[in-house]
């Protein structure tokens, strides 16, 4: 350090207490570091009593304090001073008195630190109005430097009491666009447009009339700020002109910023170097509980953990070398999975965002961060894991009984709730009775009872088919419940959930039950249905007839004892053996395997293991088994025929009651020569028409030509008249609205006549859905790219009329981001393309096609651009190929040109070759860096899609697509420093 002087700077002397002296070589060290690397200029280390908080004394240089203790800063400090002490009531004290600024620091803390803040304190105390009476020209009163006025950045005007000019420095004269030889004389007016002499002319006359200092802020018609402090006395008046244009934006932009922080919805917070809060807006209080003064100067520790903190810490220091790997070009975010903790001890699991404030001179100063409550989503999360288990665990039940055990295991486990009970009807005593009941339940609510199917709200959701809600008081006045739901599982059973939660359920909660529910209907349906085969196979087991079953290969599936006992053998041996071996004749055999529709009796000798034929009768009907269809038979000998035409006859009514039990509309149709006649139908086809199946079966189609839709009857008289089965998608008019129905026929001849099922399946609601989904893409794509043009029309006429680089800048920034947007809504209707065009056939062409293909597709993407684009065909066949493909190649070009090239002399390749396997490989080559894994392994589908792994494009997942619709694979064939090669594998 050098002792004070006039120099060019304002000279600081710094100063230090007793409590600072055993770092005293520290601070002088920290001091030199200053003034080697800015403008200032310190004095020898002086003691702290020495100290003269005087601005007009002799020792007017600004000054640094280092002292401990409110009691050691004067009641009012004049002089510029920068105050630093180890604790916060002395700095607040220094601040009251007058410093213009203060600093918390101790010995051995990060000399870094206090070196940017002093900086940025002395640098403020540089840009603070000169007293003007000890600056004023020697040409007007005779004392100061003239050269001192001309190195200050801001301007200096004196005029006479007539407002004539008499001095102006070069600042001033720049500010008023005018020389100094011609301003100095001239009348201050005429030097000032008119809008900007309004604004000072009544200042100017209120300074002069009463004497005092007197400020004024000017705004000039190209938007520019300044402040003007006016000095009258006897010989005239002396103006200190000071630009603020700046600051008076840097306040408008952070009143913006501000306000969009305190309102934005997740909590916003920012931490000085040492952890403390000094900024928090009214979500993070709302959050965790907290007073905003009771969150400023507080440790982050208030709110986190100290495991939470030392992830955060370690997420920073990774930030800091980022950045610094960066050159500050872009801003880093460390995303952490924390768990706030709130004043009244809860933890709530949130997402913390955290980045660094503006670093100063390269030195960490702070963190910025938001904090979101993923509570719910984790919620969401929990229950949709717990239904994925209810389903894994209801799947796996074998009785009605333990899927309704599961049911309400899982609702009380997964929502808190405090008693589950599914009822189930009984159709003896139109009863809703209970089958299962969550634990509890009993000695909490007591013995459950029986309802009737009318009763309360738990009658109203069976008869009604709907949820049904209700608070505990109105239903369960004597029990602790709050709020109840009542749900509907299919058509026999429901659902009762009880809540201790005045405030009743969420809407995750009842989305929930609402799933819940809706699995469990089609588990109880296939548990019912897997009873009932089991009931079917107990039987079989228990009959002496020779019953069998084969698939539609003619192995046995299925066969009795006795038919095992028959043919020598064992029922385990038999299963999986084709009936032609057991059968004397194949042309029988072959029948039976061929029927697919009526039925069929032969006679036949049976081939038993010990060589003998047993005479029997064969009576076969084909059938629909859970393991595929296949054909269902008896044999018997002549005397045992009645008992074989009795099983046969209770193999078709339980091929009846499938048919009645199913829950899409059915209706079996014969048609005469004259005449379509309805067979049967089961209970949702009489529901469309409104009647019964005594009304219906055995009826003329005609005869119920008023009560069915004219869509399903049209399609009805279509089946008739065309041999092939038919599917089309029918309109029906209700009372509802435009329903729609897939309706689908299967024909059949039985005994030459031609009969059809004809199924009903209700596709309104996934119809609607994608007409939804088709309106909302073609409007947002529409919107997006119009909307996008238009911005990027105006960036451009920005770009190209400002005169002012940094808004070019910007200009150009929005435009490019605006064409990536439009070139995303391009990828996005391709990848439409993709999809709805997937199932055309493409052509073969020849090599020498496929080069001619590929160079004007080379044309048409490279463009001008100066990139070498080489072509190379090594196909020894024809290959597929057509504009779906050549969507794909397009975006690897494209991509490849892009990231690809980062060298004048680099090149792009597009080849194409076969293999022996009989593949064909359509791959482009590049010299870039390559796809970062993350990004692929979404694309490949090896990483599941979050919000942190995700592809940044539309690119690849379309080329993606385009080699899966061809029926081949995306592959990255090389990704390394040398270069990437990308390549469809499909087949020839």
């Not at 006795?562 to 043919?567: I, P, V």
Request: include cysteine.
């Amino acid at each position: 350090m050098v002792p004070v002087s006039d120099t060019d700077v304002l000279p600081l002397q710094p100063y230090i207490d007793g409590e600072y002296g055993a770092a005293r070589d520290e601070l002088e060290s920290v001091l030199n570091t200053l003034e080697a690397s800015t403008d200032l200029a310190f004095g020898r280390l002086a003691d702290a009593s020495e100290f003269d908080p005087d601005s007009l004394s002799p020792k007017h240089a600004g000054a640094m304090v280092f002292a401990t203790g409110p009691d050691a800063v004067p009641e009012r400090i004049d002089r510029p001073t920068v105050w630093v002490s180890a604790d916060a009531a002395t700095a607040t004290r220094a601040i009251e008195a007058g410093a213009v600024d203060a600093l918390t620091w101790t010995p051995g803390a990060d000399h870094s630190l206090l070196a940017t803040k002093a900086t940025r304190a002395f640098q403020s105390v540089e840009e603070s109005p000169p007293d003007i009476d000890e600056v004023r020209p020697a040409s007007v009163n005779g004392r100061g430097p003239v050269r001192a006025l001309e190195r200050i950045e801001d301007g200096i005007i004196e005029i006479d009491c007539s407002d004539r000019v008499t001095y102006l420095n070069s600042a001033a004269a720049a500010f008023l666009d005018t020389e100094r030889s011609e301003g100095i004389g001239a009348p201050l007016w005429e030097l000032l447009t008119d809008e900007t002499a309004a604004q000072i002319s009544d200042e100017l006359e209120t300074a002069r009339s009463t004497g005092e200092v007197t400020g004024v802020e000017v705004t000039t018609p190209n938007d520019q700020w300044f402040e003007v402090t006016l000095y009258p006395d006897d010989d005239g008046t002396a103006a200190y002109v000071r630009e603020i244009t700046a600051e008076r934006r840097r306040e408008t932009d952070q009143t913006l910023y501000e306000y969009l922080v305190k309102t934005v919805g997740d909590a916003v917070y920012i931490l000085d170097e040492e952890g403390r809060f000094i900024f928090v807006n009214d979500a993070l209080c709302e959050i965790c509980g907290y007073d905003r003064e009771e969150l400023l100067g507080s440790s982050v520790h208030l709110i986190k953990d100290d495991h939470t903190v030392e992830e955060a810490e370690d997420a920073l220091r990774d930030l800091l070398r980022e950045t610094g790997d960066a050159n500050g070009s872009d801003v880093s975010i460390a995303k952490l999975d924390v768990e706030l903790i709130t004043k009244d001890g809860e933890r709530i699991p949130c997402t913390d965002r955290m980045t660094l404030r503006p670093l100063e001179d390269g030195s960490f100063s702070g963190t910025v961060g938001t904090l979101r409550d993923i509570s719910r989503q984790r919620r969401r999360q929990q229950i949709l894991n717990n239904l994925l288990e209810a389903t894994q665990d209801m799947v796996a039940a074998e009785t009605t009984t333990e899927v309704a055990e599961r049911v309400v295991d899982v609702a009380a486990n997964t929502i808190e709730t405090d008693g589950a009970v599914v009822r189930e009807h009984d159709s003896k005593t139109d009863q809703l009775v209970p089958v299962a009941a969550s634990d509890g339940v009993v000695g909490t609510m007591g013995e459950r009872p029986l309802y009737e199917t009318d009763e309360g709200p738990v009658g109203t959701a069976f008869t009604e088919d709907r949820v049904v809600t209700t608070a505990g008081a109105d239903h369960l006045p004597d029990t602790p419940i709050d709020v109840s739901m009542y749900l509907p599982i299919g058509d026999s059973r429901t659902l009762s959930v009880g809540h201790r939660d005045k405030d009743g359920f969420t809407d995750d909660e009842r989305r929930f039950l609402e799933l819940l529910t809706a699995t469990a209907e089609s588990v109880f349906e296939r548990v019912e249905r897997d009873e009932e085969l089991r009931r079917y196979e107990a039987l079989v087991e228990t009959v002496d007839d020779m019953l069998f079953t084969i698939d539609d290969e003619g192995a046995f599936t299925l066969v009795t004892e006795s038919l095992a006992e028959t043919l020598g053998t064992t029922r385990s041996q038999l299963v999986g053996t084709n009936i032609a071996d057991v059968l004397s004749e194949s042309a029988v055999a072959s029948q039976l395997v061929s029927l697919s529709d009526g039925s069929a009796v032969a006679e036949v000798g049976l081939n038993s293991r010990d060589g003998d034929e047993v005479p029997a009768r064969i009576s076969a009907t084909p059938i629909a088994q859970s393991r595929g269809d296949g054909v269902v038979g008896t044999l018997q000998d002549i005397r045992e025929l009645r008992v074989a035409q009795q099983e046969a006859s209770r193999h078709r009514t339980r091929f009846a009651e499938l048919f009645g039990n199913l829950t899409d509309p059915l209706v079996e149709l014969s048609f005469e020569q004259d005449h379509t006649e309805i067979r049967a139908v089961n209970e949702p086809f009489v529901d469309i028409i409104e009647g019964t199946e005594d009304d219906v079966e055995g009826s003329r189609l005609t005869a119920i030509d008023s009560a069915v839709p004219p869509g399903i009857r049209d399609a009805l008289e279509d089946v008739r008249d065309q041999d092939a089965d038919v599917e089309r998608e029918v309109r029906v008019q209700t009372t509802d609205g435009v329903g729609f129905y897939l309706l689908r026929s299967v024909t059949y001849r039985n005994g030459g006549g031609k009969q059809a099922f004809v199924v009903l399946t209700d596709v309104t609601e996934v119809k609607r859905q994608g007409t939804h989904l088709q309106v909302l893409h073609r409007l947002l794509r529409h919107n997006l790219r119009n909307r996008t043009n238009v911005i990027q029309g105006h960036a451009d006429l920005i770009e190209a009329k400002t005169d002012n680089e940094q808004v070019a800048t910007y200009a150009e920034q929005i435009a490019t981001a605006c064409r990536a947007l439009v070139d995303t809504s391009e990828t996005a209707r391709a990848i439409q393309r993709v999809l709805r065009n997937s199932d055309a056939e493409p052509e073969r062409l020849s090599p020498a096609e496929i080069e001619t293909r590929l160079q004007r597709l080379v044309s048409s993407t490279a463009g001008s651009d100066a990139v070498d684009v080489r072509i190379a065909v090594d196909a020894t066949t024809n290959v597929r190929y057509d504009d779906l493909i050549e969507s794909g190649l397009r975006e690897l070009l494209e991509n490849a040109i892009e990231y690809g090239t980062p060298d004048s002399d680099a090149v792009v390749e597009i080849s194409v070759t076969t293999s022996e396997e009989g593949s064909v490989r359509f791959a482009v080559s590049d010299d870039g860096p390559g796809i970062p894994e993350a990004e692929w392994s979404v694309v490949t589908e090896d990483r599941e899609i979050t919000q942190l792994q995700h592809a940044s494009g539309l690119g690849l997942w379309l080329v993606k697509w385009v080699a899966n619709a061809r029926g081949g694979e995306l592959e990255l064939v090389v990704a390394d420093e040398f270069g990437t090669t990308v390549a469809m594998d499909l087949p020839a």
